[in-house]
């Protein structure tokens, strides 16, 4: 798919409703990668640039790409003093002196052309000693085993122009294929909230999340999170 498609259709998403979770998934994920104080952190397809706001808040020093003008524009008004660009994750705008101490890449790579491009520039970028953290989707989820049990097909909406989907194995794979090292995973499930923005939310969605979110088996989880490093930490 060309990649002015691409651009434009996560223009328009991010001119709409945008993609973000959570802000307390953000922070999760920096408490996984380690001390943030004057460390070089790199989002790559930072879409609504949270992450690069509570990493800053810490003493990080931000750096961000996206595919996406209007997402940088949300970017640029959460996390001002971030350094951003716009770049395809794919084949990311910084030359071989950039170098970082921790990369995320935040449920991204399964929207991209070519993954496995993407996965070897976060093995470009990152330093030898460096850490990254990559949340890829579970094609074997609870919730589209449900979905598949009682209606007969996923209820994924599938708003997103690409998306490819892989278990567990498949993904750590593919990972380890590309030049990182898992060090470790973790099951990520939305996390059961019952008032947000001054608002109650669905107390259905409430029980349901709840559920998920404690008591499905780690091979079931709706995403993974992958801790890495590089293979070879000398490249």
Not at 12 to 21: A, D, E, Y
Request: charged share 30%; glycine share 6%.
């Amino acid at each position: 798919m060309l990649k002015k498609e691409i651009s434009k259709d996560y223009d328009r998403i991010f001119s709409t409703h945008g993609l973000r979770t959570e802000t307390s998934y953000y922070r999760w994920i920096i408490s996984i990668l380690g001390d943030m104080n004057s460390k070089a952190l790199l989002d790559i397809s930072c879409g609504e640039g949270i992450l690069l706001a509570e990493a800053a808040k810490q003493g990080a020093r931000t750096f961000g790409v996206d595919i996406s003008q209007e997402a940088l524009k949300r970017t640029r008004a959460s996390s001002p003093d971030s350094c951003l660009a716009l770049s395809d994750g794919e084949k990311v705008c910084l030359g071989p002196r950039a170098k970082f101490d921790y990369i995320t890449c935040l449920g991204s790579l399964e929207h991209y052309n070519y993954p496995e491009e993407g996965c070897r520039e976060i093995v470009r970028l990152l330093k030898p000693d460096g850490k990254a953290v990559v949340v890829l989707p579970n094609e074997f989820s609870m919730h589209v085993l449900l979905d598949v049990l009682f209606k007969g097909r996923s209820g994924d909406d599938g708003f997103q122009i690409i998306e490819k989907l892989a278990s567990f194995g498949q993904w750590k794979k593919f990972l380890e294929a590309n030049g990182l090292k898992m060090l470790k995973a973790y099951k990520v499930n939305e996390r059961p909230v019952f008032w947000r923005d001054r608002k109650i939310r669905s107390f259905s969605k409430f029980l349901r999340n709840l559920w998920f979110y404690y008591l499905t088996p780690f091979y079931f989880a709706r995403t993974f999170a992958f801790l890495c490093e590089k293979k070879d930490k000398y490249v």
